[in-house]
C-alpha cells in the first residue's frame, strides 16, 4: 500500500476552521483518500474519502490536489468534539479485503 | 441506519482461559466484517475478515480465530489466552463492494493477567 506523511501535531482554537495536511506523493491512479479519527478510548470513526474530486459531507470536506500528491481534510469549524487523532490512510482494494493501514495520524487539539 | 454492537466492553481474562467476543451489525445485508486488534500506542493490525457467511480470511498467525454463523455476525475466539493477547480489540463493517469505508464498534479492551 502506498504511504502517506502527515504532521504528528496541530491545534486549534475552537470555532476557527482547520486544515490537516496529508502527503501520499506515490500514490497510484487507482487509489483512494479516506480519512478517519480517533478519539481516545474509541474505535475510528469514517470521515470522508475522495479519489480525484473534492469532496464534501456533513462533518468535513476533502480538497484533493491537481496531482493527488496531497491532500487537506478542511473541518469548516472546530469544536472540543473534534479533538482527536486523524488519519490519512490510502486504498485500493476490492470488495473483498479492506486492510487499513492506520499511521501515526495528527493528534489535533482544540483550544476553547 | 446501520449500526454495529461490540460487547463486551472491558474484559480481563486470566492467561490460559478462553475467549469469546462478538460482534453484530444491524441496518445492512451480506456486510463484509473485520477484526482488527490495536496494542497500546499502536496503529490497528488487520486479524481476520469475512465476504460472507462462514468464509474468514486470517491475515496474522495467531492462537485466534474467528468465526461467522450469521450474516450479520461475526465472532473472536481463543482456547487458551497469551499475554500477548492483551489490547483493543475492534470489529467493524462495511459494505461489499470496492473502497468502501468501514465502520467501527466501540471496541473490546482486552486485559491479560
Known amino acids: 500500500d502506498a504511504k502517506t506523511t502527515q504532521p504528528n501535531s496541530m491545534e486549534s482554537n475552537e470555532e476557527e476552521p482547520v486544515h490537516l495536511p496529508c502527503n501520499h506523493s506515490t500514490i497510484s491512479g487507482t487509489d483512494y483518500i479516506h480519512w478517519y479519527r480517533q478519539l481516545p478510548s474509541q474505535g475510528p470513526e469514517y470521515v470522508i474519502h475522495?479519489?480525484?474530486s473534492n469532496v464534501n459531507n456533513r462533518m468535513a470536506s476533502l480538497a484533493i490536489a491537481e496531482d493527488r500528491k496531497s491532500s487537506t481534510l478542511i473541518l469548516h469549524r472546530a469544536t472540543l468534539r473534534d479533538a482527536a487523532v486523524y488519519y490519512c490512510?490510502?486504498?485500493?482494494?476490492?470488495?473483498?479485503?479492506?486492510?487499513?493501514?492506520f499511521g501515526k495520524g495528527t493528534k489535533l487539539s482544540v483550544k476553547p | 441506519s446501520q449500526t454495529i454492537h461490540q460487547w463486551p466492553a472491558t474484559l480481563v481474562q486470566p492467561v490460559g482461559s478462553p475467549l469469546s467476543l462478538e460482534c453484530t451489525v444491524e441496518g445492512t445485508s451480506n456486510p463484509n466484517l473485520y477484526w482488527y486488534r490495536q496494542a497500546a500506542g499502536r496503529g490497528l493490525q488487520l486479524l481476520f475478515y469475512s465476504v460472507g457467511i462462514g468464509q474468514i480470511s486470517s491475515e496474522v498467525p495467531q492462537n485466534l480465530s474467528a468465526s461467522r454463523p450469521q450474516d450479520r455476525q461475526f465472532i473472536l475466539s481463543s482456547k487458551k489466552l497469551l499475554l500477548s493477547d492483551s489490547g483493543f480489540y475492534l470489529c467493524?463493517?462495511?459494505?461489499?463492494?470496492?473502497?468502501?469505508?468501514?465502520?467501527f464498534g466501540d471496541g473490546t479492551r482486552l486485559s491479560i493477567l
Open positions: 490512510i490510502l486504498t485500493n482494494y476490492g470488495g473483498s479485503q479492506g486492510n487499513l493501514i
Open positions: 467493524a463493517w462495511s459494505a461489499g463492494r470496492d473502497n468502501q469505508p468501514q465502520h
Open positions: 475522495g479519489l480525484t
